[in-house]
């Protein structure tokens, strides 16, 4: 459940400057794709397209045969789990922050999400920032700390597709292993497109396509994209 396919994608922001000029790849069920390329390339641009957050100029995306532009924004966030680059927290508890999604966990549910991902030391304080109104003190959390509530809210939600943009790109070297294990846990089975700089954060991908310019520079696995380069 979940197939994402993209069928001679063509997309730009602005008419004169196209982004992505004939994108076409598919993620099988179950499976992980990886696309990687240099910043601007256009990566997240896909990933924007396949939520629906811009529709595209010419193509096709489908999930599971079904055009992107049938399936209602809520049936497509019900679907669709992302892990962004920059997480920005609601108004509330990080427990709230983490059950957002899946309103119906039980507090249990939520603990385990955030032990997994390494938040369960913080979970029932608040955001900073967000604290003025209850005279309590505000945590400041770092991007990673951020990124690490993003995680243990996909943890919880568990969507059949999942999104990963550069989730492990604000956290240190250690942190950003063990966060890479909770990852691997929750993307099993799952659809998973994931968005990276570097081939070697995608080793273990199905299948990894180089974006540059707009186009399909490269694909394969990652050991084949190694030989060749
Ligand atoms: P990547 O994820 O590979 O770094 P993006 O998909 O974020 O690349 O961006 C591709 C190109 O589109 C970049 O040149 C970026 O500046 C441009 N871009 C991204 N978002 C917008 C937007 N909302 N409006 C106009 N241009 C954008
Ligand atoms: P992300 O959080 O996935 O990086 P953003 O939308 O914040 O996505 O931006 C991605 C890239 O696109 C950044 O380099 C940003 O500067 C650029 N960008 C975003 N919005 C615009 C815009 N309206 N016009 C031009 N570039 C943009």
Redesign the pocket.
């Known amino acids: 459940q979940g197939a994402i396919r993209f069928e001679d994608v063509h997309f730009s ?1 602005d008419p004169a400057r196209p982004i992505l000029k004939g994108i076409s790849f598919e993620v099988p069920a179950g499976r992980t794709v990886a696309i990687v390329g240099p ?2 390339a256009g990566k ?1 641009t896909i990933s924007r397209l396949l939520y629906r957050f811009y529709d595209i100029k010419s193509g096709a995306v489908t999930i599971d045969g079904q055009d992107v532009r049938d399936v209602t924004q809520k049936s497509l966030r019900a679907a669709i789990g992302m892990v ?3 997480t920005v927290l609601f108004n509330d508890t990080i427990a709230y922050n983490v059950r957002y999604g899946r309103i119906d966990a039980t507090d249990q549910e939520v603990d385990k999400a955030a032990d997994l991902a390494q938040i369960g030391e913080f979970i029932r304080a608040l955001p900073e920032g967000f604290d003025s109104m209850v005279g309590e003190r505000g945590l400041k959390l770092s991007g990673g700390e951020k990124q690490r509530v993003a995680i243990a809210r996909t943890i919880l939600k568990a969507p059949p597709i999942l999104i990963l ?1 550069e989730a492990t790109s604000a956290l240190d070297t250690a942190t950003e292993q063990e966060i890479q294990a909770a990852l691997d846990f929750v993307s099993k089975g799952r659809t998973t497109l994931v968005i990276a700089h570097r081939l070697s954060t995608v080793v273990s991908a199905d299948e990894i396509i180089v974006l540059k310019d707009g186009v399909i520079a490269e694909r394969g696995r990652h050991a084949e994209l190694l030989a060749q380069n």
């Open positions: 922001y910043s601007g997240s962004p680059q920059d943009d």
